[in-house]
């Protein structure tokens, strides 16, 4: 049997407490499951009586409607005031008097049907269902069983979507990184096994941690590849937190994830081997750890025509783009950072001589001056000459004199 | 004592013949360059050693191979690579700030997370007094991490340091360079292996950017 509850806003939680199996059908519909009832609640009769009791002791004045299957019920509640029992093997003679616009059917088929001179659920079963079947096709047979009260189908429960956090309160602070990896352990082991149980895997991991001081610790670390390693998802915030560790105690952590579809790839047979995500980016935290975030990862070019202009990005995102055409080999220039600081000793507004930390030397060759200038609207605007350079010993240098100060830098040596 | 002495009285070592290394273009006409090898590229400034490595890393970035750098002087221009053709998305860049110690152990966490075609460790502004302390130990445990993998550790410096550690030792000599009037063209660098001697000798021409 099933029970239909019409109308019924909302998802209020007493309905558990008749079913374990509840289908919100409609925001003013709900159904459930009265299968095995017997035993709770004796009758159908008694069971229909309990659930308009409930109703009507939270203020709410509903239709309750039993019957073999859900959508006879369904029809009956929303047809028929009160409280309505269909017997099995009675539906079509029960649903007969009730109008169709019940039915649920698409506005056209109902207008075509009216056009017709049918009113009700008899009406529509009295036509023979080839014939309906010719007019409206597969729809039109479906509409005509479920006037009949011959539909079968099972109840959909509301799929609840699952949470992929976890939480925990500590009984004393704690001071220590080493302890708190132990907790961490734990929380990320159930998150990735709640990830695979449902075939995810995570991006992002955001661990908060609330403080004895009242302020929060937050870190969030993105991943450029989905990935369920709690080991390495472990290891990984284990060096984050060491680079910036909370500053007081902890006494609550929560760690989140963001679940995305796992990563699948089909490697090429010809291709050449790749790091593997979860080790690159064990490997850039630990390198990070060494030399500092901003200073690992790939180089990209600004577009701009400043000097030596480029920003870090994250590496590990390399495009799948098939080999480049590599042209003639260009005369490589090591950068010095910062410049070198330069006394040049210029004839005729050209530098003949210079001397910096670890160069000096008389200057055989020479090209330029090139001028270089821009973003003068704003605070870091250049204004530079350049000067290619070849000392006596052969070695080439870029030299450079800022016109704003009159300055000499020697900013690379090309190698 | 030859190996076939040595087997025949040490059978419980294990000793084998190591098969030759495969080897990869290294960017230049006649240059390979070992598999799972340290190979050193020494010479002074301005020799074309940087040029050299940037070549072999745009050779191994158009092979669709990934690649690290760790640059102790933090002296690797993105503008000279990418006119070189090298692809910036498939380089790891690592910026040690002149700090050889972090360098070094950068170079160890490369060596050891396996994956890269070609490790790059750009030691050329490291002053040779410096260098010359880098424990021998280091080289070897790069060498035996570096032996069962297919990537090939590139090494460019002003002396050679690896020296027994190496399987092929590069030296790059004097430029000639291209002045035309005013305006410097370009250069030819020369390149032979000092380690197997006479094994390579080649030239290479390298162009002015801009």
Redesign the interface.
Known sequence: MYACIYPLSGRPGWLNDFSPLVEFTAPDTVLLDAHGIGTLFGSPENFAAAIHARAQSEGLAVNVALAGNPDTALAAARGFSGITIVPPGAEARSLAPLPLCHLGAPPEIIGILHRWGLKTFGDLTALPIKGVAERFGLEGVRLWKLARGESRRPLVPPHEAPTFSESLDLDYPLTLLEPLAFLLARLLNELCARLESHGLAANEIRLRLALANGAEHVRTIRLPHPMLNSRTFLKLLQLDLENEPPAAPIVKLTLATTPVDPRVVQNGLF??????PE??E???A??AQ??GRE???????IDTHRP?A?R?KH?G???DRP???????????????PPLQARVRSRDGQPVQIEAPGIQGRIV????PWRTSGDWWRSDAWSHDEW?L?LAG???YRLSRDRSTGAWFIT???? | MNVPTLLQRFPQMGWKDRSAPVRAPGGITGLELPRGAITEVCGPASSGRTSLMLRALAEATSRQEICALADTNDSFDPASAAATGLDLDRLLWVRCGGNLDHALKVVDLLVHAGGFGLLAFDLAGVRQEIARRIPLAAWFRFRRAIEPTPSILLLVEQQPNARTCASLILETGKQQQHWSGHLLHGATASVSARKPVGAIHTRFDTRAVG
């Open positions: 291709l050449p081997a790749v790091p593997q080790k690159l064990l490997t850039l630990r390198i060494l030399v200073n690992v990862g790939a180089a990209e070019l030596g480029f870090m590496f995102l390399w495009p080999a480049a055409h590599t042209g003639q080999p260009h005369l490589a220039l090591r950068v010095y950072r060759s020479l090209a330029g290619d070849a052969g070695t080439l690379g040596n090309y190698d």
